[in-house]
């Protein structure tokens, strides 16, 4: 069984930045899709970032390309979100997931039961 555990939450002034990290444990198959989620109170569940585990293909929502990075940590099923020029609607809950297959920035449901963590919140303030 997998788990996940964001860490790296905190709060940042506009145009700084912020590392989020996942790590993952337990059995993970030999392709896979790792990605990152944020939701503000009240709002949906938003796809920010996916990576694909053996070619390394990533996908961005358009909000946040060219600002936020995907990776994995080594050779490790660890991933970590960087962050740089926060802005102030950046601010949200950010979960991080894993799920047999990417979909877009996000995953797909197809292919079983996707691996969510509990959270880390990021505060950005003008």
């Known amino acids: 069984q997998v788990e996940l555990v964001e860490s790296g939450g905190g709060s940042v002034q506009a145009g700084g930045s912020l590392t989020l990290s996942c790590k993952v444990s337990?059995?993970?198959?030999?392709?896979?899709?790792m990605a990152w989620y944020r939701q503000v109170p009240g709002g949906e569940r938003e796809a920010v970032a996916s990576?694909?585990?053996?070619?390394?293909?990533?996908y961005y929502a358009d909000s946040v390309k060219g600002r936020f990075t995907i990776s994995r940590v080594n050779t490790n099923k660890d991933f970590i979100l960087q962050m740089a020029n926060l802005k102030r609607e950046d601010t949200a809950n950010y979960y991080c997931?894993?799920?047999?297959?990417?979909?877009?920035?996000?995953?797909?449901?197809?292919?079983?039961?996707?691996?969510w963590g509990q959270g880390t919140q990021v505060t950005v303030t003008s």
């Open positions: 997931v894993t799920a047999r297959f990417c979909l877009g920035a996000g995953i797909s449901v197809t292919g079983g039961t996707p691996t």
């Open positions: 990576l694909i585990s053996n070619s390394g293909t990533t």
């Open positions: 337990g059995v993970t198959p030999p392709l896979y899709c």
